[in-house]
């Protein structure tokens, strides 16, 4: 548990100055200039190509919030309506028109709300129920926004190595300045409900059952598909080899707030078994693609 408590007023402080110091980035400031195309496709295609959808993915995010929350307060709709779709939608927006100068498809965003999620959404009526959909929420968006954070840090890293510096100072490092904010706004959250003692003991173990049950990584939509395209990710950005870091540094949040008490739990088993899985994925899809049967991208 962190020293500081964490109060109504810090968070709607913190999303005020987000939207004041981050307004969303407009198109024509970014300079699109890439030296070697191909060595850029080489590396980054399925990271861009990935990217580019999930950020685009952000209206769904903000239905299935709607959805899960019907009674969301001011300091969460001034955050996802007035600095986080206003923001993601642009990184989408931008990726996806340097992913299209690369010769590369138009980026198709998954846009509709899954019915697990109605279901969830139905139940989120009973009060009760909705501090645990709020609490799962703010939990799924910190670890996802984590991991946006560590792919363009990887990915500002990688162009810079390519000499890339149009792209990787003009695209990547406003984005990147972005998300952290975002996640910090979602740990915040999380963190205030547990310290402020929100949720009995009963719903706390209904939300560490669902979330080991439904836990997914970032954009993979609980379709195996876009989870073999996660592998795909993964492996582009060099972070194969060290998973278990990577689970950890995606799963602190819940690791602190969901699972305290629970020796060994300083990874997730959850996080980690997805990562495995969409790399196994990956690598079975490629498989089936140079025996020449279906290959599905
Ligand atoms: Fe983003
Ligand atoms: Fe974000």
Redesign the pocket.
């Known amino acids: 548990m962190p020293r500081q408590i964490i109060t109504g007023q810090k968070i709607a402080d913190h999303v005020k100055r987000l939207g004041d110091l981050y307004p969303p980035i407009p198109l024509d400031t970014v300079d699109r200039t890439i030296l070697d195309p191909d060595a850029v496709k080489a590396k980054f295609s399925y990271v861009l190509d990935y990217l580019a959808r999930v950020?685009l993915e952000?209206d769904r995010n903000v239905l299935e919030l709607l959805v899960l929350l019907p009674d969301v307060d001011e300091t969460n709709r001034m955050f996802y309506a007035d600095v986080?779709q206003p923001?993601?939608i642009q990184?989408g927006l931008i990726l996806d028109r340097l992913q299209q100068d690369l010769d590369m498809p138009a980026a198709e965003p998954h846009l509709d709300v899954s019915a697990k999620i109605k279901m969830l959404g139905a139940l989120a009526h009973f009060e009760p129920i909705q501090q645990v959909a709020k609490l799962l929420y703010y939990l799924t968006?910190a670890s996802?926004?984590r991991q946006?954070?560590l792919a363009y840090n990887q990915i500002h890293a990688g162009l810079t190595d390519l000499g890339e510096r149009a792209i990787a100072e003009t695209i990547i490092s406003p984005i990147k300045q972005?998300?952290p904010?975002?996640?910090a706004f979602y740990q915040m959250s999380a963190t205030a409900m547990i310290q402020a003692g929100e949720l009995k003991p009963w719903q706390l173990f209904l939300a560490r059952v669902l979330r080991e049950r439904s836990y997914g990584l970032v954009g993979t939509n609980a379709i195996d598909r876009y989870k073999a395209d996660m592998g795909a990710v993964i492996i582009s950005l060099g972070m194969e080899h060290g998973l278990e870091e990577y689970a950890r540094e995606i799963g602190r949040v819940e690791s602190r707030l969901l699972w305290a008490n629970d020796q060994g739990m300083d990874v997730p088993s959850y996080i980690l078994k997805a990562l495995r899985e969409s790399i196994e994925l990956y690598y079975e899809r490629e498989s089936r693609g140079l025996t020449g049967a279906v290959a599905v991208r």
């Open positions: 950020e952000v986080w923001q993601e990184h968006g996802t926004e946006a954070v972005q998300e904010g975002h996640f």
